[in-house]
């Protein structure tokens, strides 16, 4: 494995950790509370997340918001997680701000699904050139993302999980970023030697 040993201070910057600790909270609070601004009939399980930022949702501005912040945070992420290859940073980067661009073009924009399309796919193939925590642990990221990926874009000819899918996906796509930074602040960690009692010096008669 290629992850960095105990003791070996990392250079990720300090908001790096805030960043990615608020990306997977952001989508979920918006999505959470934006469906429950909904008209009855609305249902996360068959419905995407896009349909509640769309022009004629009752107040779209709240996942519009939570789409362009979710953006903008992996885009700080990417920015200050110098662990990571420059090419893992910029399929990162480009994600945030590809997601960004989804809350510009809603749906039923064409650059929607363009963005969004690019999103994901960014997304999917970071942790595995990222290579972090370790080689191993990017490689089963990616391959998890893109599986959660096929099983949305096969929702997407009618099936009733496509809200589901959606949720899953992005929900996984968000929380990577921070399962990799708490790895890393881990591994910073000095490893605790365990105590040794005082040795006692001979007595003397």
């Known amino acids: 494995m290629d992850r960095a040993g105990p003791g070996i201070e990392h250079s990720m910057k300090k908001w790096v950790p805030i960043s990615a600790s608020f990306a997977p909270v952001v989508p979920v609070g918006a999505w959470l509370l934006a469906q429950h601004k909904q008209a009855p009939g609305y249902s996360a399980v068959s419905q995407t997340i896009s349909v509640l930022a769309q022009p004629g949702a009752n107040d779209r501005w709240i996942m519009t918001a939570g789409l362009f ?4 945070l992996q885009v700080l992420t990417a920015a200050g997680l110098t662990e990571a290859p420059v090419p893992a940073r910029v399929l990162l980067g480009t994600g945030g ?69 959606e949720r899953v996906l992005a929900a996984g796509e968000a929380l990577w970023p921070l399962v990799v930074v708490l790895s890393l602040r881990a591994a910073d960690r000095p490893a605790i030697a365990p105590s040794r009692a005082p040795s006692r010096s001979p007595i003397r008669h």
């Open 69 to 72: 912040l979710l953006g903008s």
């Open 97 to 165: 701000t590809a997601t960004a661009l989804t809350a510009v073009f809603p749906q039923p924009q064409p650059g929607h699904v363009i963005a969004a399309g690019a999103a994901f796919a960014a997304f999917a193939l970071w942790p595995a050139l990222a290579r972090l925590p370790d080689h191993r642990m990017g490689i089963v990221a990616s391959v998890l993302t893109v599986a959660a990926l096929a099983w949305f874009v096969s929702q997407l000819a009618g099936g009733g999980y496509l809200g589901l899918s």
